[in-house]
């Protein structure tokens, strides 16, 4: 099974993919996660990648299709995968149909996640991100068991540079600039299941099983 997860900053994405991961046993790609791996080990992506993410900014489609042109091409995804952040823009959406079509497969399901303004900054502003697993925390909302611990991994949680109050607004603003053309481009293609994200986790959850279960 193939999914997509669309969604403002702080949605849930992540935090559902993830869970979401486990139940299907399907791989949970994140672009996010993989550029932030990136910039982490100062790769020559990395390199590029960092002060587009530091503003808030979408790092160039190029870079990151082709990232994922060789993610999607590994053994973990040959019977499917979670797609967190990707694609972003129609081009990124076309690049992912034209590479799915060489190796004719399809998407099976696109989970549009929405969520107010509120909820977005409340999310944001108190999210905490393990260095080791990527595993998303909260300070309030999930708390890890251990202050500033990985319950998974036991690695050390820190807050996202680009969740800083300035960042996050250009990362809505640019979310705002993409997200309707690639809403109807997937409504068009009769792929789209709308979320509500505003929801407790697992309720958000259930409703995401249960929609992938009538595919299956
Ligand atoms: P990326 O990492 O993809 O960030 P994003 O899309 O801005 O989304 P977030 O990770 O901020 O939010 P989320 O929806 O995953 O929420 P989460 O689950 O963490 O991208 C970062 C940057 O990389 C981009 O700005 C860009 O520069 C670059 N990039 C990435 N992909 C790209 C692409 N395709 N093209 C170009 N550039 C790209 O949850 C947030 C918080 O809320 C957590 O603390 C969590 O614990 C909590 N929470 C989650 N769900 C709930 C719930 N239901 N109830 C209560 N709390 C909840």
Redesign the pocket.
Known sequence: MRIILL?P????????AKTLAKSLKLPHI????I?RQNVAQSSALGKKAKD??DK????PDEL?TQMMESRIAQPDAKNGFIL?????NIG?AQALDGLLKELNLNIDIVFNLGASEPVIIQ??S???TCGGCSA???IT??PPKKDMLCDNCRGKLYQRT?DKKETIKK?LEVYAQESAALISYYEQKQKLQEIC?D???EI?LKEMLEAASVKR
């Open positions: 969604g900053p702080g949605a849930g994405k992540g935090t559902q994140s672009t996010g996660d550029l587009y993410m808030g900014l979408l790092v990151v967190d952040g990707y694609p972003r990124q999310r944001l108190g999210r905490l998303n925390y909260h909302n999930m680009d990362r994200a929801q407790a986790q958000v």
